[in-house]
């Protein structure tokens, strides 16, 4: 397994180095000034002349992008152009944040998803499929900014439930953190939760057809225990690629989700490092998302074969 | 005092991005500054200048010394104090340090000098009559000189100033909290414990916390949602015209508006009466140029453009363009600006003028109105309390803000005329005769002054209530 792991981060170097390339230049190619919008009204030319210096942006993209490589395989992600603030400190500040989003709305995915994905394999074309399958068809289909702020509207303004938006640190007030992220991780949840439901069924309703399973029925093993012990955990690959799968996704969602719900996290700095053209954050946290998604294909892979003792790895 | 904690939370539509006065750019960090930080000078509801930290002043040599004496017994947040050695300190930092964004509104100082402990002198290279509302703003702002040093240029992330309330805490995007000053100069102030700050783009999310009772005061409420305000039992609706301009550039560098005619006809289209109606609600105040009513500079005298669809046709047919002509209009997303966009198109289709709107993102439009690539623009300016910040650096050849490319000497020495000269009436008739011409040559169309809106519950009193829209809650209470 060591050796496995070992050599999937050497391969993964490659695709790292490429990608700090795209976002590098990708981020240089958008239209817009960095300084420009540093001096927002006051824009005169000689103090533009003066930052764009000092901050390094008047010297030529190649040796801008060589100068960045070198302080990375440093461990130094540079400073952002908004305010001076080390990246690393930025993305260590917001990252937790959004890893609790994340892992939250996994959750109440997992807890929507699969039950429901179960129950529409077993009851196949009876009218719970039925609602199953377009209810987590909505599910997918239904952006977040609209469900978040559709529940803000009836769980804040109307029911008076929880607080609207805003975040707490989990360890200042666990309670009202928790109270906080319910809205955000259900929002986020639910287009997974909808993914998830759908693989289930799929998947299991595969495995269902299958020979062991008919034997199992024929031996007298009760419903129950072959659709939870047999069904499910031979039909659990399909399922855990997918949840490896929807991380970009989850990411993704999460930009919009702490948007609408003011979490400090990943995605609120990453849309405002877009907005402020701030390239040093840009190119900081489109990494350590390649990274992230790395780490979690690589988690995936490893589940598998605790999953399935056929597979190993060497 | 065994009373509780009185604690304000304030709903801005943005994150202060920097919090310290001399690098700080965005509009938003002043509501934040102020309250950290005061002034040498500072204006009252009627744009008059009135004592801070300098209790008076003195003008001479034909407008070129300032002579200010301060206030005794100031210390800062950091236990330091305040004196002449520290206003030299500070308007020296604002005018040298690399990056500072005060240079420009301070380019006019010569010399600061120190009299004696408490009475600063500045020497201006040539006569600046806006130069004491410069003070009244970030230049006018008095940091820490030792947390400057200690600082550098992390003092953004630390700032230190005399104000009514001290820095805590700063969590990006997310809070800055703010405390009671215990020492502040002014007895008995301020009167509430702990200020916070939370960011909320989203305006229906910045509301829904208004209307939860999450937060005690927002700005700005958006003009959709006055009603649910105004409607709602527990909070107060604070409207009132704000400094600032709202209208279109047309960038005259090059087709179709380097043509002056096809700029009357378009500017002929625009209903300024409706726009404020059907957008705004009635919240913005039609303009008759860049100056609000409530400026000083006001004239009441230029009429407020009508709309006339015989002229803009009249105008098409003289240069041969009878069948109209089209034009790209340039704008930011966000739904106010899509339904003005598109109010505009209808009024300017009505005469055979044909607009396409092109919406990109808010750092796209300033790069190509800075580059000059563009046909017109929705662009508008927050407003100075001193009529100079709302139109020199328009309206000059080469100005840093003149998007359209426009440049008529005689409007530039009537500018020039103006910012030398300290009768406000005198400087009202220079910019009258300028704006004249302005409207005739149209490198922008001025449509309208918005208003500052303030949503706040109830138990909070005290604000005044200044035209910059800046909250100060130094007399703020909250019962």
Known sequence: MIP??????????????????????????????????????????KVAEEVRRSLGLDRPLLVQYAGWLWNLFQGDLGRSIKDGTPVARLILEKLPTTIELATLAMLVALAIGLPSGVVAAVRRGTWLDGLVTSTSLMGVSVPNFFLGIMLIYLFSLRLGWVPPSGYVELWTDPKRNLLLMVLPAFTLGTALAGAIARFTRNSLLEVLSQDYIRTAKAKGVSSAAIVLKHGLRNAAIPIVTVLGLQLGGLLGGAVVTEQIFSIPGFG????????????????????????????VNTAVDVLYALIDPRIRYR | MATAKTTVTVGLDADPPNLDPVFSSALVDRQVLNQIYDKLLDIDQDLKIVPMLATSWSVGNNGTVYTFKLRQGVKFHDGTDFDAEAVKFNLDRALTAEGSRRKGELAPVKEVQVVDKYTVRVVLKDAFSPFLYVLTDRAGMMVSPAAAKRYGQDLANNPVGTGPFRFVERKRQDRIVLQRNEGYWKRGYPKIDELIYRPFPDDDVRLANLLSGAVTVITPVAPKDLARVRGDANLNLFAFPSLGFQGVWLNVTRPPFNNKALRQAFAAT????????????????????????????????????????????????????????????????????????????????????????QQVEFGTLLDRTDKKDYEAALLGWSGRPDPDGNIYDFMRCGGPLNNAGYCNPKVDALLNRARATRVMEVRRSLYSEALRIIHEDVPYVYVYHPQVLIGASKRLSGLPLIPDGILRFVGAELK
């Open chain 2, 270 to 357: 625009v209903d300024r009466e409706t726009i404020d109606r059907v957008v705004f609600l009635g919240t913005a105040t039609p303009a008759n140029g860049p100056f609000p009513p409530g400026s000083p500079a006001y004239d009441p005298s230029i009429p407020i453009p009508k709309r006339d669809i015989n002229l803009a046709r009249k105008k098409l047919q003289e240069t041969g363009f009878a069948s109209g002509f089209s034009f790209t209009l340039l704008t930011t997303p966000g739904p106010v600006l899509t339904q003005l966009a598109q109010v505009y198109q209808a009024m300017a289709a009505e005469a055979g003028i044909r607009i396409q709107i």
């Open chain 1, 4 to 45: 496995y792991l070992l050599r999937r981060l050497v391969e993964a170097l490659p695709t790292l180095f490429l990608v700090s390339v795209v976002v590098f230049f990708l981020t240089r190619i958008l239209p817009g000034d960095p300084v420009r919008l540093l001096l927002g009204e006051e824009p005169d030319p």
């Open chain 1, 268 to 295: 609120r700095l990453v849309v405002d490092a877009v907005f402020t053209r701030d390239f040093t954050v840009l190119q900081g946290v489109v990494l350590t998302s390649a990274l992230a998604v790395f780490v």
